[in-house]
């Protein structure tokens, strides 16, 4: 693969409003990977992380993704540290509504009272007066949707956060939300080869709301011989022309691959610069969709 400098950049993967108030590059970072295994306590080697937040950055990106139960705690701590004080056009988003007891071990807690200790606690681990973009993690089986969404109401309007999202969710819990309040991003499990949101994503795009996948470089083998077709004749990786069938997928897409490798932020960086053809991205979607249609038989 023949990198260049001009194709490192985030830039070409154009932009993405959040809200209407701030405008990111649509290759963001998920910062998950940059903690220890399971996502649980520090990384084998904290300077690497924080070298790998640092490109990124250089690179141009300026939306990383990040929750308080990565660590738990870890991912936020390590991002203050290595990018603190932040570059003005920087948004960091984070998320709230999961415990971690245990590595690999998530349980709910989306309760007004731990969603307010959670926002105080992640303000004070990234250094920040004020969070940009603050995600409800996954509704609370046994707490009221309206409940955790009204108590972020109040959290911004108390100046602790600046726009709110929701992460793991139906279409139906994005219209209760925004019956209370505006919703300008949605993160859910998406990629080429795992499309159970495709109707999240058309309804986001109907509405101008974000959309955040997570796990987006979850391709599989779904189409493997035609995605290593069409990234042989362009020059790239399969799992780049994973990433540009997302961005040419919907204006509002908003990929966050995450890493913990310099080499691998690179790769999947230089994504931003390849453009399918109409014809590769039909075959591409054609292809992924009958794969999908198959394995839920």
Avoid at 11 to 16: E, K, L
Avoid at 18 to 38: P, Y
Avoid at 54 to 83: H, M, Q, W
Avoid at 200 to 222: K, M, N, Q
């Amino acid at each position: 693969m023949n990198n260049t400098v001009k194709s490192l950049s985030a830039t070409a993967s154009g932009t993405v409003s959040l809200g209407g108030e701030l405008t990111v590059r649509r290759i963001g970072f998920g910062a998950m990977r940059i903690t220890g295994d399971g996502i649980w306590g520090r990384p084998k080697d904290p300077a690497a992380a924080a070298a790998v937040l640092r490109r990124a950055v250089e690179l141009g990106v300026n939306f990383i993704d990040t929750a308080d139960s990565y660590g738990p705690y870890v991912s936020e701590e390590l991002i203050a540290k290595a990018l603190a004080p932040y570059p003005k056009d920087l948004v960091i988003a984070t998320k709230g509504g999961w415990n971690r007891p245990g590595p690999d071990q998530w349980t709910h807690d989306a309760s007004p009272e731990h969603l307010r200790e959670a926002v105080e606690g992640s303000l004070k681990r990234l250094r920040l007066d004020r969070i940009d973009l603050y995600q409800l993690h996954v509704p609370d089986p046994v707490v009221p949707f309206d409940a955790s969404i009204e108590t972020l109401v109040e959290l911004r309007e108390r100046g602790k956060i600046r726009l709110i999202g929701l992460s793991n969710v139906t279409q139906e819990h994005i219209e209760r939300a925004r019956k209370i309040t505006p919703i300008i991003s949605v993160q859910n499990r998406y990629s080429f080869a795992d499309r159970e949101w495709d109707y999240v994503v058309d309804y986001c795009e109907r509405h101008g709301i974000a959309f955040i996948p997570w796990y987006p470089l979850g391709a599989g083998t779904v189409a493997g011989v035609l995605l290593e077709k069409i990234a042989k004749a362009h020059n790239k990786t399969p799992k780049q022309v994973a990433l540009a069938w997302l961005l040419k997928r919907s204006p509002v897409m908003l990929p966050i691959p995450g890493t913990s490798s310099i080499p691998h932020l690179e790769e999947n960086v230089e994504a931003a610069s390849l453009r399918l053809s109409e014809e590769e991205y039909a075959q591409l979607s054609g292809v992924a969709k009958l794969a999908a249609s198959s394995s839920r038989k």
